[in-house]
């Protein structure tokens, strides 16, 4: 601090005046771009983060009665393991001529359709996911030689709770 000072007290008085003024300067620059503008932008995004959860729980409240009763519509377990109620509702679908696998496959269940009749298919898939709760992981499918139908191989994963 000493050399500072000393090199500061060397200068001209002219020059001493600019360095004072430049040093002002860059003080206040400092202050408004490092330490003011952060400070109200922070500000500013925590008033918007603010209303904007205000917001959120007045539609809550609002909707409070609809969101309570479409929490009835989660899937219900029943109690099967997911490789057997996939083959009973793809029987009940009426897609057993068309199951020629359905097997464990680490968290999910692995399935194999041939000849399946697409309208069937994707009905019986809405249904596992809609009733059940079961999401396609994985799905190929492939034209068979009849129009309409198609072979599968299709991975579920566990149900959701």
Do not use: C
């Not at 099967?80 to 696998?101: C, H, I, Q, W, Y």
């Amino acid at each position: 601090m000493n050399k500072l000072h000393a090199w500061y007290a060397g200068l001209q008085q002219r020059e001493q005046r600019m360095v004072s003024i430049g040093g002002a300067v860059v003080a206040v620059i400092i202050l408004v771009f490092g330490i003011l503008m952060p400070l109200q932008s922070a500000v500013s995004n925590a008033a918007k983060s603010n209303e904007t959860k205000r917001d959120d729980l007045a539609w809550m409240r609002l909707n409070a009665a609809e969101i309570r009763t479409s929490g009835s519509l989660l899937p219900a377990p029943t109690g099967e393991a997911p490789v057997v109620l996939v083959d009973r509702v793809g029987r009940e679908a009426g897609l057993a001529a068309a199951l020629r696998g359905t097997q464990p496959n680490g968290n999910g269940v692995r399935v194999q359709l041939e000849a399946a009749p697409f309208d069937v298919l994707i009905t019986w898939l809405a249904t596992l996911d809609e009733r059940y709760g079961l999401a396609i992981e994985s799905i190929t499918l492939d034209r068979a030689a009849r129009p309409g139908v198609v072979n599968a191989s299709i991975t579920f994963t566990q149900p959701r709770r």
